[in-house]
């Protein structure tokens, strides 16, 4: 017998979580980026729209009015056709043609993303998608635990596709999709070319792999327009696309066109996770394109974005120390940085944010935590005097890491 | 050698779906309820809320306000703190108790279901569902070939407890749900009293198996109001409510109840669905709640509903040939009507189309394809004259079935 108290075990007091469930935990990147949302922090970090860009009045009309008038818009009600028709002339418009039925309308592009994995994903399925890559897809996947092969990206034309083709040829099993993103890459900012476009689709064809394109910049290029890799292949492609980064993010609607053969499937997967039943933002838009100009809206947020681009690419070349390298990007709302290698990218966010306030994206947040010395930057949302302060703020902290 | 062709094999030219994705195939029923969705056929199918009860213009003049004055409305944000305490405050009247930070905002109702199935389930899990139950949950959960065990549901007081009592206790593994309905069960209409959910939430407690308790009619009951598990228990209780019925199905706002513990995982979980910023349709109900009387609105849609119950009892009383029975709901939308046994309701509804272009749900629809001999009729989407005549359509291919 001795003095120890006997060990007190607390009941379980909850319900036990699922497998996956229970993996559930915050990252030290998640952490930091928790720090990176106080007001006082100047951020860099995310994907958001100027809300000053984002046609607030139109919206709210076009809100009032379908309530209004629409009998059906609060009801339960099937995908509201006459959207999949503006989506369609759109579509067209970049040298895609479908039937109306190949077009499905979904919450967002992330939602298009999720139910193409449940579409396309067994459990521990071999997924490639590109060294760098759409954290929001690595997550979705990450329930199933894939294998994942990675293939690199050339900052001035995308995909590495002979590594591709390499990876293909030799891989022991068929792999069930393969992941990228053409347009304004994120978070490379790079734009794939039409040859690497032809490849791909080929490949593709080949190996009979699914290709998933994922598309939400598409209308955001500075430079030139590249016809979709969906207008090349439309067997194997399934395009992604939406109207967060254009009309507004909370209206989640976003669309993919599909082989018309798997929109039942797509149906099904999509009523489980929420009925399918989004007809009022759906009608919203809809109303919206019917009564405004979207082409001169487009050319607007074009322009403006355009802007900050070279505002941020003037403020790069001022305060960025040497060895420190970006291409700038061709559309899209980023930047990306190399930063010399063995520099690791959450360390300086968490430098930054505790000596500058000021927060980005470190390369982590891109790799499944793997590629350390890379940040990506945002343009569109701070203002052109935000933007050039919060990399002015960076180039401090790097400049005193690097001297 | 003989004459026989040489057989051709179609290349296969699309991508090889998922092992759950390829089982998906419309069953008899969904082809029989494709051919009630003809606008000449009288549906008493659905669960659609009366359009001319949803406050058109009341949400027209939410969201116009919304999308003008909140800059954030638009944008990418965070779950809409304001409703959860409009939540809390709806949640306070029923008796239940609960910290904003236990509010975890959704999709909808069905929504809600699919991240509580992803929370809790595994693979071949364990569910314990009533024998008649919601075919929404029924369906999302078979993408987790889950194994099922059935316990019956008395039309008089709900599930039967000291059925459930026994086949947890004699359980091999412990289930790792329970899923039930207790105010206005769909299909079956009934109010679980009070003496069963406290005995539920005792043996949810006892056998360490959490309780969805799925409410989307609570707020239509036509005689009491009581209580639900979730005032009972805490611990182990996922409460889910929505304003789908109340205000519009397709505003997609509903939330979960849910121990705090668990809601960062909830939070993950809707990530990787849809981002989880269903910021504008949260502020429109919010903006509604701010500006208009709930209580009255909910006044008016138990006085109007409970009008069309009386309407559909008259008219079953009329039509229903003898050995067809039916209990009054006590809340909700539908009547569950108990056909003679062996008489086949997929077939009945077969020859119901055929002959008097009248839809219902047959028993088929709520019991994962297993039980025969039962109706669902609605009687909130129909006018009162409607669904007189639907009844005595119904009653006439009834009659000379039976006679």
């Not at 290709?211 to 207008?231: K, T, V």
Request: charged share 20%.
């Amino acid at each position: 017998m001795h003095d120890d108290p006997v060990l007190q075990v607390a009941p379980d007091t909850l319900p036990t979580l699922s497998a996956w469930a229970q993996k559930i935990a915050p990252t030290p990147l998640q952490i930091a980026l928790a720090s990176a949302a106080k007001p006082s922090v100047l951020s860099l970090a995310l994907g958001l729209p100027d809300p000053t860009l984002l046609p607030h009045v139109a919206i709210s009309e076009a809100a009032r009015r379908v309530a209004l008038s629409n009998r059906s818009a609060l009801q339960y009600s099937i995908p509201h056709l006459p959207l999949k028709e503006h989506i369609r002339t759109l579509l067209m418009e970049k040298g895609v043609e479908c039937p109306l039925e190949c077009i499905f309308l979904t919450q967002g592009a992330q939602q298009a993303l999720n139910l193409l994995s449940v579409l396309l994903l067994n459990k521990r399925s071999l997924i490639v998608e590109e060294k760098f890559s759409y954290p929001g897809f690595q997550s979705l996947t990450s329930s199933f635990s894939p294998e994942v092969l990675t293939v690199s990206t050339s900052a001035r034309d995308g995909i590495d596709v002979d590594a591709l083709e390499i990876l293909l040829s030799r891989s022991s099993r068929p792999p069930a999709l393969i992941y990228v993103m053409p347009n304004a890459h994120n978070p490379l900012g790079v734009t794939m070319s039409i040859e690497k476009r032809i490849r791909l689709a080929s490949l593709a064809r080949e190996f009979k792999v699914p290709l998933i394109e994922d598309d939400p910049y598409g209308e955001l290029f500075y430079d030139e327009r590249i016809p979709p890799i969906r207008s090349i292949e439309s067997q194997w492609v399934y395009y992604v696309g939406t109207f967060s980064k254009l009309l507004g993010p909370s209206l989640r609607v976003g669309w993919i066109v599909a082989p018309e053969k798997h929109v039942e499937a797509l149906s099904v997967i999509k009523e489980n996770c929420d009925l399918n039943i989004m007809t009022y933002p759906q009608c919203i838009v809809n109303e919206y394109l019917d009564t405004n100009d979207l082409t001169l809206h487009l050319a607007h947020l074009r322009s403006s974005y355009k802007e900050r681009r070279a505002a941020m690419n003037c403020a790069l070349s001022d305060h960025m120390p040497s060895g420190v390298k970006w291409h700038v990007p061709s559309g899209g709302i980023f930047f990306w940085i190399d930063l010399p290698d063995g520099l690791d990218a959450t360390a300086l966010l968490i430098k930054c944010l505790e000596e500058q306030n000021v927060a980005f994206l470190p390369s982590q947040a891109f790799s499944r935590g793997n590629a350390k010395s890379g940040m990506r930057l945002n343009f569109s949302h701070p203002t052109p005097d935000q933007l050039v302060d919060g990399v002015r703020r960076v180039g401090t902290v790097l400049n005193s890491l690097l001297q």
